[in-house]
Protein backbone atom coordinates (compact mmCIF):
# COMPACT_ATOMS: atom_id res chain seq x y z
CA UNK A 1 0.00 0.00 0.00
CA UNK A 2 1.51 3.50 -0.99
CA UNK A 3 1.08 6.34 1.25
CA UNK A 4 -0.49 9.27 -0.17
CA UNK A 5 1.95 12.06 -0.82
CA UNK A 6 1.93 14.68 2.14
CA UNK A 7 0.96 18.64 0.46
CA UNK A 8 3.96 20.55 0.65
CA UNK A 9 2.25 23.31 3.08
CA UNK A 10 0.74 20.91 5.50
CA UNK A 11 4.87 19.70 5.60
CA UNK A 12 5.63 23.41 6.36
CA UNK A 13 2.95 23.65 9.07
CA UNK A 14 4.35 20.42 10.50
CA UNK A 15 7.77 21.29 10.69
CA UNK A 16 7.03 25.24 12.26
CA UNK A 17 5.04 23.58 14.85
CA UNK A 18 7.57 21.25 15.73
CA UNK A 19 10.47 23.88 15.53
CA UNK A 20 8.59 25.88 18.18
CA UNK A 21 7.46 23.00 20.31
CA UNK A 22 10.63 22.23 20.61
CA UNK A 23 11.94 25.85 21.54
CA UNK A 24 9.18 25.95 24.11
CA UNK A 25 9.98 22.54 25.92
CA UNK A 26 13.76 23.82 25.61
CA UNK A 27 12.86 26.83 27.74
CA UNK A 28 10.74 24.99 30.42
CA UNK A 29 7.57 25.89 29.29
CA UNK A 30 4.96 23.46 30.25
CA UNK A 31 1.03 23.76 30.59
CA UNK A 32 0.89 21.78 33.78
CA UNK A 33 3.18 21.50 37.03
CA UNK A 34 2.34 18.07 38.16
CA UNK A 35 1.51 14.94 36.52
CA UNK A 36 1.66 11.19 36.36
CA UNK A 37 4.71 11.12 33.93
CA UNK A 38 7.45 13.29 35.98
CA UNK A 39 9.89 13.22 32.94
CA UNK A 40 10.25 16.31 30.89
CA UNK A 41 11.49 14.33 27.34
CA UNK A 42 8.08 12.23 27.85
CA UNK A 43 6.39 15.62 26.55
CA UNK A 44 8.06 15.08 23.47
CA UNK A 45 6.42 12.36 22.19
CA UNK A 46 3.11 13.65 21.90
CA UNK A 47 4.34 16.62 20.34
CA UNK A 48 6.24 14.79 17.53
CA UNK A 49 2.98 12.20 16.67
CA UNK A 50 1.17 15.32 17.00
CA UNK A 51 3.41 17.25 13.88
CA UNK A 52 3.36 13.91 12.15
CA UNK A 53 -0.24 14.27 12.07
CA UNK A 54 -0.11 17.85 11.00
CA UNK A 55 1.56 16.52 8.01
CA UNK A 56 -1.38 14.35 6.95
CA UNK A 57 -4.32 16.89 7.71
CA UNK A 58 -4.78 17.43 4.03
CA UNK A 59 -4.43 13.53 2.51
CA UNK A 60 -5.55 11.45 5.21
CA UNK A 61 -7.92 13.66 7.54
CA UNK A 62 -9.22 10.84 9.28
CA UNK A 63 -6.33 9.37 10.04
CA UNK A 64 -4.49 12.63 11.36
CA UNK A 65 -7.97 12.90 13.77
CA UNK A 66 -7.74 9.95 15.55
CA UNK A 67 -4.21 9.83 16.04
CA UNK A 68 -3.85 13.31 16.83
CA UNK A 69 -6.58 12.70 19.31
CA UNK A 70 -4.40 10.18 21.00
CA UNK A 71 -1.75 12.51 21.06
CA UNK A 72 -3.87 14.80 23.15
CA UNK A 73 -5.12 12.65 25.58
CA UNK A 74 -1.56 11.19 26.18
CA UNK A 75 -0.05 14.62 26.53
CA UNK A 76 -2.40 15.41 29.10
CA UNK A 77 -0.48 12.73 31.44
CA UNK A 78 3.13 14.65 30.99
CA UNK A 79 3.89 18.32 31.77
CA UNK A 80 2.18 19.30 28.63
CA UNK A 81 2.71 21.18 25.28
CA UNK A 82 0.83 24.26 23.94
CA UNK A 83 1.74 23.65 20.68
CA UNK A 84 0.66 20.19 21.11
CA UNK A 85 -2.89 21.45 21.84
CA UNK A 86 -2.45 23.99 19.39
CA UNK A 87 -1.29 21.80 16.14
CA UNK A 88 -4.57 19.30 17.48
CA UNK A 89 -7.30 22.28 16.93
CA UNK A 90 -5.78 22.86 13.14
CA UNK A 91 -6.28 18.72 13.19
CA UNK A 92 -9.89 18.98 13.84
CA UNK A 93 -10.48 22.06 11.28
CA UNK A 94 -8.58 20.11 8.41
CA UNK A 95 -10.55 17.08 9.13
CA UNK A 96 -14.16 18.93 8.69
CA UNK A 97 -12.57 20.42 5.71
CA UNK A 98 -10.57 17.65 3.59
CA UNK A 99 -12.57 14.94 4.84
CA UNK A 100 -15.49 13.21 3.49
CA UNK A 101 -18.58 14.50 3.78
CA UNK A 102 -20.31 12.59 6.07
CA UNK A 103 -17.34 12.92 8.86
CA UNK A 104 -17.57 17.00 7.95
CA UNK A 105 -21.10 16.67 9.26
CA UNK A 106 -20.17 14.42 12.26
CA UNK A 107 -17.41 15.65 13.83
CA UNK A 108 -19.21 19.35 14.98
CA UNK A 109 -21.88 16.61 16.66
CA UNK A 110 -19.40 14.73 17.91
CA UNK A 111 -17.27 17.66 19.38
CA UNK A 112 -20.07 19.35 20.75
CA UNK A 113 -21.81 16.39 22.83
CA UNK A 114 -17.75 15.82 23.53
CA UNK A 115 -17.60 19.43 25.10
CA UNK A 116 -20.52 19.05 27.13
CA UNK A 117 -20.25 15.75 28.85
CA UNK A 118 -16.84 16.96 29.54
CA UNK A 119 -18.33 19.67 31.39
CA UNK A 120 -20.94 17.92 33.02
CA UNK A 121 -18.51 15.23 34.69
CA UNK A 122 -15.93 17.49 36.23
CA UNK A 123 -19.03 19.67 37.71
CA UNK A 124 -20.68 16.21 39.17
CA UNK A 125 -16.59 15.08 40.23
CA UNK A 126 -15.25 18.75 41.31
CA UNK A 127 -18.36 20.67 41.95
CA UNK A 128 -17.01 24.02 41.34
CA UNK A 129 -16.52 26.82 38.59
CA UNK A 130 -13.17 25.25 37.60
CA UNK A 131 -15.20 23.03 35.63
CA UNK A 132 -16.69 25.51 33.09
CA UNK A 133 -13.14 26.34 32.69
CA UNK A 134 -12.44 22.98 31.59
CA UNK A 135 -15.55 22.71 29.70
CA UNK A 136 -14.65 25.71 27.90
CA UNK A 137 -11.22 24.44 27.10
CA UNK A 138 -12.43 21.38 25.54
CA UNK A 139 -14.79 22.86 23.59
CA UNK A 140 -12.07 25.86 22.10
CA UNK A 141 -9.39 23.10 21.25
CA UNK A 142 -12.36 20.65 19.77
CA UNK A 143 -15.87 22.29 18.81
CA UNK A 144 -14.76 26.02 17.95
CA UNK A 145 -12.15 24.19 15.09
CA UNK A 146 -14.76 21.50 13.93
CA UNK A 147 -17.76 24.17 13.96
CA UNK A 148 -15.10 26.96 12.28
CA UNK A 149 -13.88 23.77 9.73
CA UNK A 150 -17.63 23.28 8.48
CA UNK A 151 -18.53 27.03 7.75
CA UNK A 152 -15.51 27.47 5.68
CA UNK A 153 -16.50 24.17 3.56
CA UNK A 154 -19.93 24.81 3.48
CA UNK A 155 -18.44 28.55 1.52
CA UNK A 156 -15.70 26.44 -0.62
CA UNK A 157 -18.69 24.43 -1.69
CA UNK A 158 -21.02 27.44 -2.55
CA UNK A 159 -18.32 29.15 -4.71
CA UNK A 160 -17.45 25.74 -6.49
CA UNK A 161 -21.42 25.59 -7.09
CA UNK A 162 -21.71 29.10 -8.62
CA UNK A 163 -18.71 28.94 -10.35
CA UNK A 164 -20.11 25.36 -11.88
CA UNK A 165 -23.53 27.48 -12.75
CA UNK A 166 -21.73 30.25 -14.42
CA UNK A 167 -19.70 27.98 -16.52
CA UNK A 168 -22.57 26.51 -17.35
CA UNK A 169 -24.63 29.64 -18.10
CA UNK A 170 -21.50 30.65 -19.77
CA UNK A 171 -22.06 28.03 -22.27
CA UNK A 172 -25.59 27.93 -22.51
CA UNK A 173 -25.26 31.56 -23.71
CA UNK A 174 -22.38 30.33 -26.29
CA UNK A 175 -25.01 27.77 -27.72
CA UNK A 176 -27.60 29.75 -27.60
CA UNK A 177 -25.46 32.40 -29.74
CA UNK A 178 -24.02 29.87 -32.14
CA UNK A 179 -27.67 29.02 -32.89
CA UNK A 180 -28.66 32.31 -32.93
CA UNK A 181 -26.20 33.07 -35.70
CA UNK A 182 -27.38 29.76 -38.11
CA UNK A 183 -31.01 31.03 -38.00
CA UNK A 184 -30.18 34.34 -38.39
CA UNK A 185 -28.23 32.92 -41.53
CA UNK A 186 -30.92 30.73 -42.45
CA UNK A 187 -33.45 33.82 -42.75
CA UNK A 188 -31.27 36.35 -44.48
CA UNK A 189 -30.51 33.20 -47.14
CA UNK A 190 -34.53 33.16 -47.19
CA UNK A 191 -34.88 36.95 -47.49
CA UNK A 192 -32.43 37.67 -49.73
CA UNK A 193 -33.39 34.19 -52.16
CA UNK A 194 -36.81 35.51 -52.30
CA UNK A 195 -35.80 39.13 -52.89
CA UNK A 196 -33.29 38.42 -55.85
CA UNK A 197 -34.67 35.46 -57.47
CA UNK A 198 -37.91 36.77 -58.85
CA UNK A 199 -35.91 39.38 -60.70
CA UNK A 200 -33.10 37.34 -61.75
CA UNK A 201 -35.37 34.54 -63.12
CA UNK A 202 -37.49 37.08 -65.36
CA UNK A 203 -34.15 38.26 -66.74
CA UNK A 204 -32.57 35.04 -67.53
CA UNK A 205 -36.06 34.19 -69.32
CA UNK A 206 -36.04 37.42 -70.95
CA UNK A 207 -32.63 37.62 -72.19
CA UNK A 208 -32.78 34.22 -73.21
CA UNK A 209 -35.65 34.50 -75.58
CA UNK A 210 -33.81 37.73 -77.03
CA UNK A 211 -30.90 35.59 -77.90
CA UNK A 212 -32.96 33.16 -79.24
CA UNK A 213 -35.71 35.22 -81.53
CA UNK A 214 -34.63 37.35 -84.09
CA UNK A 215 -36.77 39.87 -84.27
CA UNK A 216 -36.98 43.60 -83.15
CA UNK A 217 -39.72 43.95 -81.61
CA UNK A 218 -39.56 40.98 -79.11
CA UNK A 219 -36.15 42.22 -78.69
CA UNK A 220 -37.00 45.11 -77.53
CA UNK A 221 -39.79 44.02 -75.08
CA UNK A 222 -37.21 41.83 -73.45
CA UNK A 223 -34.92 44.29 -72.92
CA UNK A 224 -37.83 46.58 -71.36
CA UNK A 225 -38.38 43.80 -68.89
CA UNK A 226 -34.76 42.79 -68.49
CA UNK A 227 -34.30 47.01 -67.61
CA UNK A 228 -37.41 46.99 -65.06
CA UNK A 229 -36.17 43.39 -63.39
CA UNK A 230 -32.62 44.64 -62.55
CA UNK A 231 -33.75 48.01 -61.18
CA UNK A 232 -35.52 46.63 -59.00
CA UNK A 233 -33.95 43.83 -57.97
CA UNK A 234 -30.82 46.28 -57.29
CA UNK A 235 -33.49 48.78 -54.88
CA UNK A 236 -34.24 45.34 -52.86
CA UNK A 237 -30.42 44.44 -52.67
CA UNK A 238 -29.18 48.16 -51.51
CA UNK A 239 -32.21 48.13 -49.06
CA UNK A 240 -30.89 44.57 -47.51
CA UNK A 241 -27.56 45.47 -47.50
CA UNK A 242 -28.49 48.74 -45.84
CA UNK A 243 -30.28 46.94 -43.28
CA UNK A 244 -27.20 44.49 -42.75
CA UNK A 245 -24.17 47.76 -42.82
CA UNK A 246 -26.17 50.17 -40.39
CA UNK A 247 -24.96 50.36 -37.20
CA UNK A 248 -26.44 53.73 -36.45
CA UNK A 249 -28.21 51.71 -33.20
CA UNK A 250 -31.95 52.48 -34.58
CA UNK A 251 -34.08 49.67 -33.76
CA UNK A 252 -37.12 50.31 -35.64
CA UNK A 253 -37.87 47.81 -38.18
CA UNK A 254 -37.76 48.39 -41.84
CA UNK A 255 -40.52 47.90 -44.18
CA UNK A 256 -41.61 44.48 -45.03
CA UNK A 257 -43.90 43.45 -47.78
CA UNK A 258 -47.37 42.44 -47.12
CA UNK A 259 -50.53 40.91 -48.32
CA UNK A 260 -52.04 44.26 -49.35
CA UNK A 261 -49.09 44.25 -52.47
CA UNK A 262 -50.20 41.20 -53.82
CA UNK A 263 -51.66 42.75 -56.69
CA UNK A 264 -48.88 44.47 -57.62
CA UNK A 265 -46.63 41.07 -57.77
CA UNK A 266 -48.92 39.22 -59.77
CA UNK A 267 -49.50 42.17 -61.90
CA UNK A 268 -45.30 42.26 -62.50
CA UNK A 269 -45.35 38.34 -62.63
CA UNK A 270 -47.59 38.67 -65.52
CA UNK A 271 -46.17 41.17 -67.77
CA UNK A 272 -42.82 38.91 -67.22
CA UNK A 273 -45.14 35.82 -68.36
CA UNK A 274 -46.97 36.98 -71.20
CA UNK A 275 -44.12 36.18 -73.44
CA UNK A 276 -44.49 32.72 -71.99
CA UNK A 277 -47.75 32.03 -72.39
CA UNK A 278 -48.60 32.37 -69.09
CA UNK A 279 -51.85 33.89 -67.15
CA UNK A 280 -52.12 34.53 -63.79
CA UNK A 281 -55.32 34.85 -61.48
CA UNK A 282 -56.12 35.73 -57.52
CA UNK A 283 -58.83 34.53 -56.03
CA UNK A 284 -59.00 36.10 -52.35
CA UNK A 285 -61.88 34.39 -50.50
CA UNK A 286 -61.35 36.38 -47.13
CA UNK A 287 -63.95 38.66 -45.68
CA UNK A 288 -63.77 42.62 -46.14
CA UNK A 289 -63.86 43.12 -42.59
CA UNK A 290 -61.03 40.48 -42.02
CA UNK A 291 -58.61 41.44 -39.70
CA UNK A 292 -54.84 42.20 -41.45
CA UNK A 293 -52.85 38.86 -40.05
CA UNK A 294 -49.50 39.43 -38.02
CA UNK A 295 -46.40 41.04 -39.89
CA UNK A 296 -44.47 37.39 -39.71
CA UNK A 297 -47.61 35.55 -41.26
CA UNK A 298 -48.15 38.16 -43.76
CA UNK A 299 -44.66 38.80 -44.68
CA UNK A 300 -44.37 34.38 -45.00
CA UNK A 301 -47.57 34.35 -47.03
CA UNK A 302 -45.98 37.18 -49.31
CA UNK A 303 -42.96 35.23 -50.21
CA UNK A 304 -44.52 31.88 -50.82
CA UNK A 305 -46.58 33.66 -53.24
CA UNK A 306 -43.62 35.37 -54.95
CA UNK A 307 -41.57 32.20 -54.95
CA UNK A 308 -44.33 30.09 -56.38
CA UNK A 309 -44.89 32.52 -59.18
CA UNK A 310 -41.21 32.20 -59.65
CA UNK A 311 -41.01 28.58 -59.64
CA UNK A 312 -44.29 29.21 -62.47
CA UNK A 313 -42.16 31.32 -65.06
CA UNK A 314 -39.08 28.87 -64.30
CA UNK A 315 -40.90 25.48 -64.91
CA UNK A 316 -45.03 26.22 -65.92
CA UNK A 317 -46.33 24.86 -68.96
CA UNK A 318 -48.52 27.55 -70.95
CA UNK A 319 -51.71 28.18 -68.82
CA UNK A 320 -53.35 29.73 -65.70
CA UNK A 321 -51.48 30.21 -63.10
CA UNK A 322 -54.07 30.33 -60.01
CA UNK A 323 -53.32 32.58 -56.61
CA UNK A 324 -55.81 31.87 -54.19
CA UNK A 325 -56.07 33.20 -50.49
CA UNK A 326 -58.47 32.35 -47.73
CA UNK A 327 -59.02 32.31 -43.99
CA UNK A 328 -60.24 29.00 -42.15
CA UNK A 329 -62.56 28.64 -39.36
CA UNK A 330 -59.69 28.74 -37.09
CA UNK A 331 -58.56 31.78 -38.29
CA UNK A 332 -55.85 30.10 -39.96
CA UNK A 333 -54.58 32.13 -43.25
CA UNK A 334 -54.37 29.34 -46.36
CA UNK A 335 -52.14 30.23 -49.27
CA UNK A 336 -52.52 28.12 -52.42
CA UNK A 337 -50.76 29.00 -56.11
CA UNK A 338 -51.29 26.40 -58.78
CA UNK A 339 -50.31 26.29 -62.42
CA UNK A 340 -49.94 23.92 -65.09
CA UNK A 341 -47.17 21.43 -64.82
CA UNK A 342 -45.18 20.34 -67.63
CA UNK A 343 -42.34 20.98 -70.34
CA UNK A 344 -42.35 24.00 -72.73
CA UNK A 345 -40.47 24.40 -75.86
CA UNK A 346 -39.61 28.03 -74.94
CA UNK A 347 -36.75 29.60 -72.54
CA UNK A 348 -36.48 28.81 -69.19
CA UNK A 349 -34.51 29.52 -66.04
CA UNK A 350 -32.37 26.93 -64.38
CA UNK A 351 -33.83 26.19 -60.53
CA UNK A 352 -31.54 24.60 -57.32
CA UNK A 353 -34.80 23.88 -55.24
CA UNK A 354 -33.61 26.52 -52.48
CA UNK A 355 -37.33 28.09 -53.17
CA UNK A 356 -38.92 24.92 -51.93
CA UNK A 357 -36.12 24.43 -49.07
CA UNK A 358 -37.07 28.28 -48.04
CA UNK A 359 -41.02 28.38 -48.03
CA UNK A 360 -40.94 24.98 -45.96
CA UNK A 361 -39.01 26.78 -43.79
CA UNK A 362 -40.73 29.56 -43.49
CA UNK A 363 -43.82 27.91 -42.77
CA UNK A 364 -42.42 25.66 -40.20
CA UNK A 365 -40.99 28.56 -37.92
CA UNK A 366 -44.50 29.64 -38.09
CA UNK A 367 -45.92 26.03 -36.61
CA UNK A 368 -48.01 26.29 -39.86
CA UNK A 369 -48.55 22.94 -42.71
CA UNK A 370 -47.26 23.21 -45.92
CA UNK A 371 -46.78 20.72 -49.17
CA UNK A 372 -45.97 20.94 -52.53
CA UNK A 373 -45.80 18.65 -55.00
CA UNK A 374 -47.75 17.60 -58.60
CA UNK A 375 -51.28 16.91 -58.68
CA UNK A 376 -53.86 15.56 -61.35
CA UNK A 377 -56.52 17.93 -62.01
CA UNK A 378 -59.51 18.10 -65.04
CA UNK A 379 -59.29 16.07 -68.03
CA UNK A 380 -55.92 14.22 -66.64
CA UNK A 381 -54.55 17.42 -67.02
CA UNK A 382 -51.11 17.88 -64.24
CA UNK A 383 -50.89 20.97 -62.38
CA UNK A 384 -47.94 21.50 -59.59
CA UNK A 385 -49.81 22.75 -56.44
CA UNK A 386 -48.17 24.66 -53.39
CA UNK A 387 -50.73 25.17 -50.49
CA UNK A 388 -49.92 26.51 -46.85
CA UNK A 389 -51.68 26.82 -43.63
CA UNK A 390 -50.39 29.60 -41.81
CA UNK A 391 -51.41 30.39 -37.94
CA UNK A 392 -51.99 33.45 -36.94
CA UNK A 393 -51.06 32.43 -33.09
CA UNK A 394 -47.56 31.84 -33.37
CA UNK A 395 -46.88 35.05 -35.13
CA UNK A 396 -43.95 36.11 -32.84
CA UNK A 397 -41.78 33.02 -33.49
CA UNK A 398 -39.41 34.69 -36.38
CA UNK A 399 -38.81 38.64 -36.81
CA UNK A 400 -38.72 38.42 -40.38
CA UNK A 401 -39.63 42.02 -40.63
CA UNK A 402 -35.83 43.25 -40.16
CA UNK A 403 -35.27 41.43 -43.76
CA UNK A 404 -37.75 42.51 -45.95
Known amino acids: MTLPRPHRDDLLIAAGGLAIGLLMWSFGLHTQTDR ?119 HRQAADAARLRAEQTALLAEMDRSQAVVAERARMARELHDMV ?61 TLDGLDALVAQAAANGRSSGLTFTVDDTRAEDDAAPPAPVGLAAYRIVQESLTNALKHAAPGEVRVELGRRPDGALTVGVTSVLGGQPGPRAPGSGAGLVGMRERVALLDGEFEAGPVMAEAGRKEWRVRAVLPVGTSDKEPSAWYG
Open 36 to 154: LIAARWATLIPLVVMASMEALRRTMPQTALTVGTVALVADQFTYGSLVTALMFTDVVYASVVYGRPSAARRIPYTTGLITIGVTIGFLVWWQNAVALVVGLITGMVSFLPAVTGAVVRN
Open 197 to 257: ANHLSAIAIHSTAALSLDDPGTTRQALTVIRENSVEGLAEMRRLIGLLRDSSGDVEPAAAP
